[in-house]
């Protein structure tokens, strides 16, 4: 590990040492049980010992890495084991499973951390002169496997972890606009920020153990989207670096130049280059901040304010609404002392009672405010009335408060529920409005008839997260008992029918996690074959060697689903 | 001319017959006298003549035109001299000085109205079998020089107009989406949305002679884009018709699926394929419209407070703010019985003396609301504070009403110009917030010593149209006196400084009118040579034989400007 750059665990989420814990939750146990059959209380076995691991050994040659220890210093040309496992993948489910079953796959050769864009430019003609691979690397939470080598990669790999770039250089504040080295971590880059009086924004689930860089080459998108955009809009400019040259974007608010370069290295996931900078669209920290509840009667309800919502002149900074296993689940997650375990309180339960609602149906509804206290009293009187015309109650802001407290905790639960012979994972779309409702129902039916057919127990439950004009995006986490040796087809068969159901039902591939080898067999369909041909021809006439991060969001061999689940 | 096809004059803006007056505005003549010292209240020589161009013939083979008339019936193949010389240009200032002296450049050889996609596919396997070239052509208005062949093209060049595909297909009236053909033009459009209650709220100044696909292909921006979006906002899904495929992207309001395919095709001005149909975001009318009218003692205060609306809590659907020349300009344009003539009215020029100020520097200012009752009062109020904060004063809703009735006919004044020896043309900028100033000032300033060392009398003005998060476009008015033989070199001269500033000046080439040939040349410094190349490759890849609008955005061989300058 390297001074200063954070690193997760190499078997799981996050931080060594911290994990979920169910403790004070009585009624999680229980609903696991329930919705899956598992006894989350049964002894576990011992977390993953690195030293179990077989690991290969690296093919650095000899006459790249002195090239490389001369640009960079020996200290930042890593080829340890363990560095090298960190590097090789990210933190799709798949992966954690494949980690913790010593499958390792082609790991990097080595892993570098420039510390300037000078070292950046150099490390990449090197590598290009030595016919290497390169891979970037920001916060190693990517879940669509971008991160890792192709099987049978001849080359040498070379990892770059960006995470000695990790400055805000500059905030124009007459313009509302920072310049910001790519491999920031969330929290390191809002400290940074609010110091000064700015925020970004920007809040994925992944927020503590991702990167600026990694945002934009994977199109992230954040909590707060409705009012601060996805990183698509907040970033204006850019620096990247390509084989023998620099791509520089100015900052500029909105531009006529031709098909948007900013917008093809946006989503780019290493294939056009490594970026090592941006200009982002910051704001002042809000003087008000207030993230109101609500429930609804069945989740429809639900969808059908968010639509009006955005329909209407209000425009809060999120809408969030959950269907109605996972407002069990939010509850179930409630601490025994804290106020989401209170919901159910008799009180509130009353109410609902006398609306004639059936408790196993309601939805649970966070929106969130910003701005003057005039301005969120009036934001939230035109929320309110929208939420009452669909028949909702509001319940205060003591849920919404301890959802935004723990919003970044829910990835541990992952290697929690692998531990325990749970497989979890998530997938999000987004669909036109008119296609929300059938979506839900078409894939919630279409992985509970999967995994009956596979004779597997299995519960899948949805929030819409992000709201547009014309539609909105749903995410989707699910969770399969399955501890045999079939886990991995079993995995397989659920993303494939929630995959394939989005496709079917106007969905898009994505939201906001990308592509990468995950997602590639569904390109044709989601942006047609001529998309794919289009961006086929443009990574080809930067790259034609295919040095950088190959394989990626369009797939020359097997796609990624069938290949990693073949190896397994 | 095809029936139910709109088609400009051959040598100027928009309709036969309709054209730019001054009687009823007294003050016109004596301010374009004081401006630029041209009496444009003299005899002027009558409009050009069809009959005294030599038009070059047609170089359409037999075979070609066969396969046309087989796929498209024979009317709807035209090579008649008119139809093709309207369809040579677009109505940039340089196409209007060109096609008055008979310069008609590397006209189509054929001009085609198909009717259908299936026929724009057919046509376009057609053409490039016969190793021709294909100009998409919408409304004509293209000021960039976006829709000329090549001069010394010598394969044939085929013009496809796409007025025929001008419905509204569909309107998706729960996600607020409508599929539109590419080929309506603007007002037809809104008709059939008024029709059943929508709105695209889309008005750029060619509002009236351009159409949803020129928009998309040239990254088209509305008066009302600070609510609306760009037209790069407003699509959320289209077809394209490319060599033997057809790209379909479904309606998405977000998706991270890899480098924006959309996105490359905005903008793309016809070098990747034929836009036929586009999902676009639409609005239902709102309740309340107003735009509210305001004077700044200086452009500077305006700026100043179109800055701080954006930073506020409001958000208006536009504002507007013209530099003192400009605000003179409006003023003297004023007919004697409109209320913009009496904005110089004793009394509310007695309350600008009474605050100080110099009656030369006042800039009028627009902002626009929309929305309910209760919503534009709220934004007014917002809006109104920082204002006053500005040291601004509101003079109601008459002027903007009366800018709102005539904000289209703008175009038609420089036909009127060029008929009296005075150059008119515009270019138009974004930067971010912090050098919105330094730019107006040293392009004004630039511009100035030019047309001074030229020893020609010019003049420059601007207003802030469109405002983002981070910055604004500032769109610039030139006219120049030069009826000389010279009129082009000093035109390219004035045209050349101003660009330049915008570069040197934090700006872009341009917010919305495109690249085309004009801008080309800047392209490098726009984004670096690095984006050039990856703009290049995506080219080349998609077009190895560069058969789709070749030269455009990214020019091989002399850039247009230059090109043409030296081509008169």
Known sequence: M?????????????????????????????????????????????SPRFDDLE?????????????????????????????????????????????????LGRLPDVVLYPGSQAEVERLVDAVIAADGVLIPFGGGSNIVAALEAEPGETRQVVSVNLGRLSRVLEIDESSGLAHIQAGVFGPDMEDQLNAQGWTLGHHPDSFVWSTLGGWIATRSSGMQ??????????????????PGQVLTL?????????????????????????????????????????????????????????EQIMASDAAPMMARVSDAVETQYIMANGKKSSRIGSLSSKAIQKIMEAKGWDLEKIAMSFVGFEGSPTHVRYEKGLVSRIVKANGGISVGKGPGTLYDQKKYDTPYIRDFMLDRGLICDVSETTTPWAYAEQIHTNTVARFQKAMDEIGVRGVVFCHLSHSYHSGACQYFTFAIADDSENQMATYDVAKRVIQQSFMDNHGTVSHHHGVGEEHSPWMDQDISPAGVFIQRKLFDGVDPGHHLNPGKIIHEGRPGISSNSQDA
Chains 1, 2 share one sequence.
């Open 2 to 46: 390297i001074e200063g750059v954070k690193q997760q665990k190499w078997w799981g989420w996050g931080e060594d040492g911290k994990s979920y814990s169910h403790h004070d939750k009585p009624k999680f146990a229980p609903f696991v049980k329930k919705m899956v059959g598992v006894d989350i209380t049964a002894a576990v076995p011992p």
């Open 55 to 103: 690991v290969p050994a690296s093919q650095l040659g000899e006459g790249l890495r002195g090239e490389l220890v001369a640009i960079l210093g020996e200290e930042f040309v890593q080829t340890d084991d363990e560095t090298r496992v960190v590097h090789a993948f990210g933190k799709g489910v798949r992966d954690l499973m494949r980690v913790r079953a010593g499958q």
């Open 225 to 242: 989207s409705d009012k601060y955009g996805d990183i698509a809009d907040i970033v204006r400019g850019l620096t990247m670096v390509m």
């Open 250 to 306: 100015r900052p500029l608010p909105s531009s006529s130049s031709g098909p948007s370069v900013r917008e093809m290295v946006l989503g780019s996931e290493g294939r056009l280059g490594i970026i090592t900078s941006a200009w982002v669209n910051v704001h002042r920290l809000p003087e008000v901040r207030e993230l109101q509840s609500y429930f609804f009667a069945t989740y429809e309800d639900g969808l059908k304010a968010c």
